[in-house]
């Protein structure tokens, strides 16, 4: 198994855990992006398909192709209402399995951080997009501590527990840019994008990150119960919250666009 699956193997834990914040993320990416709508489309890293809902939501497209690493995650996606026009199949962002010119944009959501060789990913995103085509994604910002489960990370670390993220670097405003000039796309664009993180209470916000998937989930796998509860004690302790029990803070991720050579 890759480290992909390990991370991402099951898509209805996903969904729990992160998928509704990747759908409002999703929803002002593509506001951003503003492309006309009944293109065909190549969502790359489609994952549990939670942005490829709405992509067929907010732009209509002709059709769309969707590629993730694991079963589990597409399995998830193929289940979901929203999403039937896509088509899922088990793909590496680094290889797709397309010919060339096969899209009118291409795009790849939350997903850079976790590929090893993010330029070839670019390129190939490229290839497969007709010439003017758009290669499009955006990351959370990790190093900024724009990632909705950033108070996790900061109260595992605060405990000296370590949790594996790999790619951080790559999720930089300055970074996406330069990994999408080394690829050869022209017409570059980069944003942030702002988010409100809502939970209704403690129970929320825990029962929401302590599932067993991403790296944080992982890592809450190997603690002992003394150490849950000292996890539990921290977050009390740190969490923006409300007089009403709400959990309230911002989250951001770093966009990308481009177009390919006419
Ligand atoms: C954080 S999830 C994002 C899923 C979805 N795009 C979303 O917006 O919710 C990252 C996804 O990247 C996928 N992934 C990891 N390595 C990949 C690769 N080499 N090629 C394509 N997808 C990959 C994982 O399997 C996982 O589904």
Redesign the pocket.
């Known amino acids: 198994m ?4 390990n ?2 193997a099951d898509g209805e834990a ?1 969904e729990r855990r ?2 509704r914040w ?1 759908r409002v993320v ?1 929803e002002a990416f593509i506001d951003w992006l503003a492309i006309p709508k009944g293109l065909r489309w190549l ?10 809902e709405v992509l067929i939501a907010r732009c209509a497209p002709a059709a769309v192709s969707a ?4 079963e589990g ?1 597409l399995s998830y996606a193929r289940t979901r209402p929203g999403a039937k026009l896509a088509e899922f199949r088990v ?4 290889a797709l399995p397309y010919p060339d010119r096969s899209f009118d944009a291409a795009t ?4 850079i951080s ?3 060789d993010p330029i070839k ?1 670019a390129t190939e995103m490229m290839r497969v997009v007709k010439p003017g085509g758009w290669v499009a994604g955006y990351m959370w910002d990790m190093p900024g501590g724009g990632i909705p489960l950033e108070p996790m990370y900061r109260a595992l670390r605060s405990l000296c527990i370590a949790v594996s993220v790999p790619g951080i670097e790559v999720s930089r405003r300055d970074k996406m840019r330069e990994v999408w000039e080394k690829a050869g796309l022209q017409s570059i664009d980069t944003r942030v994008i702002r988010i409100p993180v809502v939970y209704s209470d403690f129970d929320d916000f825990w029962q929401s990150f302590s599932v067993p998937e ?1 790296p944080s989930g992982q890592a809450i796998r190997k603690m002992s119960p003394l150490e849950i509860e000292q996890l539990k004690m921290r977050l009390r302790d740190q969490l923006p919250t409300g007089r009403d029990g709400q959990i309230v803070y911002e989250a951001f991720a770093n966009a990308v666009s481009g177009r390919a050579p006419s």
Not at 2 to 5: K, P, Q, R, T
């Open positions: 890759s480290e992909a699956e991370l991402f996903y992160i998928g990747s999703g969502d790359v890293g489609c994952g549990n398909g939670a942005f490829t590629i993730d690493p694991s995650q793909g590496d962002a680094q790849m959501a939350l997903v976790f590929i090893p990913a991403g």
